[in-house]
């Protein structure tokens, strides 16, 4: 191992202690649990912890943060049934959860023929708990995306990048939920920021996609 992967790993695992407390904290914020999960992928550490959080589990089957640390990494591994299962667990064990709540919605809001309804009452119990936090806004648009409704959507999405301006997965919702409104022009602008920037994250090629085809329809 390199000496500057060696020093990333250390930054990351000092990251994860800092994530971890952070999740003491303040347990209903969603954001400590999604970085700790994310930095744990990136040290090929995911397995690892699943098989800590289930042995955790066995002992202890009612703990709130093993059980959320649990969901989170198999939302983070695609294994959304399970994911689904452990936070519907932290539900029964806290159900003003944010943290919960909104994965949870976010998971249903993004299956084919998802209960909207089910998505859209759990993203508004985690809006309700963390009215200011930007990913529980991006959620609770993104349902709203979902069921049409665009403006409401737009409004989410907005109030979510006050907060992350240059979060290029929220600017494409909101790009997502203006095309829908039928703001075509204001939206290929807003996509196009998204892809501007020099961060890379998953829905790029998604993103791309769009761009073309919004471009091509506008011509």
Known sequence: MSVSNTGRQKK???A???FNKAQELAPDNPQPYIVTARLMASLGKTDQAVGELTRLLDKQPDSLPANMGLATL????GKHQE???KYKKVLTLDPNSAAANNNLAWIIASEKDGDLGEALRLAMLAKQAMPDEPHIADTLGFVHLKRQSYPLAIAQF???LDNRPDDPVITMHLAQAQYGKGDKDQAIAT????LATKDEFKERGEAEGLLKQWESSAK
């Open 12 to 14: 990351n695992e000092e």
């Open 83 to 85: 994911a689904k299962d």
């Open 74 to 77: 198999y939302e983070i591994q």
């Open 158 to 160: 907005q109030l979510a």
């Open 16 to 18: 994860i202690a800092a």
């Open 191 to 194: 996509l196009q920021k998204a």
